[in-house]
T-cell receptor, first 114, second 113 residues
C-alpha cells in the first residue's frame, strides 16, 4: 500500500535553532498538505500545495515558517528560529487532487523544542 | 471560517455500540469526513458523507444531516483495537478557492474489556 513518507520521525531542538522536516507524498498526488497537531488537539492546516504552487498558507506563521515543493513532488517545511510553542506533531498529507476527500497522512515528525 | 464540536472522550465496553457526534459551522460545505488516529500514529481516513444519510463500511457507519449541521460516527461490535482518537473534519472553501479539511479537536474512545 502506498504511503506518505516523512522524516525525521522525532526531532529535539533548542530554542532559536533552525529545524527542517521532509515529506514525500504518494506518487502522482498533486496536492500536498502540512498540518500541525498539538497534543490533544486536531490537526490544523499550515500550508497547502497544488503541484509546486502554494494555494493556501493563510495559517502559516511566515515570520518563522517556510515551505517549499520545488518540483511538485517532495516538500520541506522549515522553522527558523524555533520557539518553545512550536513543540507539536507535524503531519504531511497528500491527495490525488484538491478537494479529494480522502487524505493519506504520513506518520509525522514529533518536534520537541527545549 | 469553520468550527466543529465533538465530545472529548467516550468510554464503552468490548462488543458494545458507540456513537460519536459532531456538529459543525462552516461558511461553505462540501462534506463531512471521519479519521481515526491511534496514539502516536497517523490519522487514517474512515468515511465520508457528502449527502444526507447513512454510509456503512463494515463495523463503522457515518451519518450526515446537512440541515442540522450534524453528523455522527457509529462503531459496532467494539474491539479493544478501536481505542483511539476519532476526528470529524469538514471540507470547506479555503482562501484560495481550493477546498481543504478543517478538523475537530477529536474524541478519545476508550474500550474496556
Amino acid at each position: 500500500e502506498a504511503e506518505v513518507a516523512q522524516s525525521p520521525r522525532y526531532k529535539i531542538t533548542e530554542k532559536s535553532q533552525a529545524v527542517a522536516f521532509w515529506c514525500d507524498p504518494i506518487s502522482g498526488h498533486a496536492t500536498l498538505y502540512w498540518y500541525r497537531q498539538i497534543l490533544g488537539q486536531g490537526p490544523e492546516l499550515l500550508v497547502q500545495f497544488q503541484d509546486e504552487s502554494v494555494v493556501d498558507d493563510s495559517q502559516l506563521p511566515k515570520d518563522r515558517f517556510s515551505a517549499e515543493r520545488l518540483k511538485g513532488v517532495d516538500s520541506t517545511l522549515k522553522i527558523q528560529p524555533a520557539e518553545l510553542g512550536d513543540s507539536a506533531m507535524y503531519l504531511c498529507a497528500s491527495s490525488l487532487r484538491a478537494g479529494n476527500y480522502g487524505y493519506t497522512f504520513g506518520s509525522g515528525t514529533r518536534l520537541t523544542v527545549v | 471560517g469553520q468550527s466543529l464540536e465533538q465530545p472529548s472522550e467516550v468510554t464503552a465496553v468490548e462488543g458494545a455500540i458507540v456513537q460519536i457526534n459532531c456538529t459543525y459551522q462552516t461558511s461553505g460545505f462540501y462534506g463531512l469526513s471521519w479519521y481515526q488516529q491511534h496514539d502516536g500514529g497517523a490519522p487514517t481516513f474512515l468515511s465520508y458523507n457528502g449527502l444526507d444519510g447513512l454510509e456503512e463500511t463494515g463495523r463503522f457507519s457515518s451519518f450526515l444531516s446537512r440541515s442540522d449541521s450534524y453528523g455522527y460516527l457509529l462503531l459496532q461490535e467494539l474491539q479493544m483495537k478501536d481505542s483511539a482518537s476519532y476526528f470529524c473534519a469538514v471540507r470547506g472553501p479555503a482562501n484560495s478557492g481550493y477546498s481543504t479539511l478543517t478538523f475537530g479537536k477529536g474524541t478519545m474512545l476508550l474500550v474496556s474489556p
